[in-house]
């Protein structure tokens, strides 16, 4: 019996990654190693942004058009919620120039290898945009219960300084779902697509590797979060370069992460 549970532990030991200890500044070596990727394979990593840019303008088009321009702020704050999932083919893409295969537009739409593990992890992605949209939604409500201010002039209404503690709560808020979102798939989607683990060992595999990496974490987290505002106050233009180049860094951040 003892015999057969240390086999069990080993076996436990074997499957699940490794996770490194790395410097501090590695955040900038993997940007750096992404902006060789996206220069390698111009055509994948633009079309994927320049379709981050068209689903930015519909959707926010859309929202405008049906007066919903309340749905704005929280659809954009959201947008880091569910981008790992839509990074997949930029995943991909890294690990096949990685790896010296061909490397193209084809190859990163088809690129889901383990569809159910990822779909499973997407699922989860999805359920917290959902459950941050409905937070957003009830924080509105809550703070405006004397009456809805006026629809069309939204943006502007709420830089008046008496709505400052709604941002500031609100983006708090936000804050808190993107740091979870980020604490369970700074590896995860990566690790699904390069090894066969399953999604509870990937999720443990990025929380670890956010544990034992705090202070580059951080800073990883700080990138993104100012490439994510930067995006998004260039309407959308800015995400078409930025998001390929944080896609291709994560995976870079992922082979440094994950011996």
């Excluded at 890294?94 to 159910?116: C, D, T």
């Excluded at 990822?118 to 945009?129: D, N, S, W, Y």
């Excluded at 705090?214 to 994510?228: C, Q, R, V």
Aim: aromatic letters at 14%.
């Amino acid at each position: 019996m003892q015999q057969e549970q240390l086999a069990g532990n080993v076996q436990r030991a074997v499957q699940f990654p490794e996770i490194r200890t790395i410097a501090q500044d590695a955040p900038w070596t993997w940007l750096q190693k992404g902006w060789q990727d996206l220069t390698t394979t111009p055509t994948v990593s633009l079309t994927y942004g320049a379709g981050i840019v068209a689903a930015g303008w519909l959707l926010s088009g859309l929202f405008w058009w049906t007066d919903w321009t309340y749905l704005v702020l929280p659809l954009a704050g959201g947008f880091m919620l569910v981008a790992p999932l839509v990074a997949v083919g930029l995943y991909d893409t890294s690990r096949r120039l990685q790896n010296g295969e061909p490397a193209s537009l084809a190859n990163a739409l088809l690129s889901w290898r383990r569809p159910f593990q990822v779909a499973i992890f997407g699922l989860v992605l999805l359920l917290l945009h959902l459950a941050w949209m409905r937070t957003a939604l009830l924080w509105f409500v809550l703070y405006f219960h004397g009456g809805t201010p006026p629809l069309q002039y939204l943006p502007l209404y709420l830089l008046e300084a008496q709505n400052l503690p709604f941002l500031v709560i609100g983006s708090l808020l936000g804050a808190g779902f993107a740091a979870l979102t980020f604490a369970i798939s700074v590896v995860s989607l990566p690790l699904l697509l390069d090894r066969d683990v399953d999604v509870v060992t990937a999720i443990l595999a990025s929380l670890h590797a956010v544990r034992r990496n705090p202070k580059a974490m951080a800073l990883w987290a700080g990138l993104i979060a100012l490439f994510t505002a930067v995006g998004l106050a260039t309407f959308f233009f800015g995400l078409g370069l930025l998001f390929p180049l944080v896609a291709h860094a994560t995976w870079h951040a992922y082979r440094d992460l994950v011996a």
